[in-house]
C-alpha cells in the first residue's frame, strides 16, 4: 500500500508548476515537522534568512545518533528516511523554512511549536505541529477536551497573526492531530482581512472545537477554505465538534495506530 513516500519518489521531479501544492504536499511538510527542526531552522519570522530541505537532512544526517537518542519517540527512523527522501526530490528543494517556533511552559500547560515553508514567491504555508512526547504535551490536550481555550491555541492565533502582518500573500495552514486543531483555531480567529488571504487549511486526523468556537462568524467564514483527512477508524479525528468536511483514507495499521499518517 502506498503511503506519502511513494508519493514523493512519484511526483518529487515535478515542479510546483508542473504540478500544484497539494493535500499530500501539504502533509509530507506536516509530518517532517514533527522532527526538531528548531535544532537546524532559523526562528527569523520574515524569512529573510531561512534553510532548504538539504540543510535539513543534512544536519539530521550528521546529528542522526544524537536525535534518535534524545528525542526516541519523536525522531524514528521513518522520520530520518522521510528528511532524506524529501531532500532529494527537485519539487521540495526550492522550499524556504523559516520562522521555528518550539516552546513548553509546565505554568500554563502549553506544548507549542510552529514553522513557516515559503512554497512559492505569493505562496505560503504556516504548520503547526501536533502532540509531541512530553508530560506538558499530553496534559494539555486532556485539557482541550473540555475547555474552550487552550494555551497553544492562543499562541497559534498570534503566530499566525504576526506571518500575515510581516508578509502580503497568500497562506495555508496546516497540522496533524493536534497541530490541526490549531491551524483550525488559528484561521478561525484573525481578522477578516488576513482571513480573505487564507486559500486551505488541511486538518489531518485532526480534533474539532469546542462549541463556542463553532459558533463564531470567524469560523465559519473559514470552513469552506478547510479540509479533514481522517483514517476510517479515526479516534482523534472525530473528537469534539467539527462543521469541516472530511475525506476518508485508508490506513494499513489497526486501532489508535492509524493516527500515524505514515500509514
Known sequence: MKNMLDYIKEFGHLSFEERAFSEIDALVLTELEYS??????????????????????????????????????????????????????????????FGVVSVWDKDTTKQFAAITVEVQSSLRLVIFRGTDDTLIGWKEDSLMTYSPLVAAQTDAKEYLAKQASLWGGDLMVSGHSKGGNLAIYAAATQEEDVQLRIVDIFCFDSPGLHRLVLETKGYQNIVPLAMRYIPQDSLFGLMLESEVPYVIVKSNAVGAKQHSVMT
Open 36 to 97: 526538531p527542526l528548531e535544532r537546524v531552522v532559523p526562528s527569523d519570522e520574515n524569512g529573510e534568512n531561512f534553510v532548504t530541505v538539504k540543510e535539513i537532512a543534512e544536519y539530521m544526517e550528521e546529528h542522526k545518533k544524537q536525535l534518535f537518542d534524545e528525542n526516541p519517540m519523536m525522531m524514528t527512523q521513518e522520520q530520518h528516511e522521510l528528511s532524506q527522501i524529501i531532500a532529494d526530490a527537485p519539487r521540495f528543494q526550492t522550499l524556504k523554512f
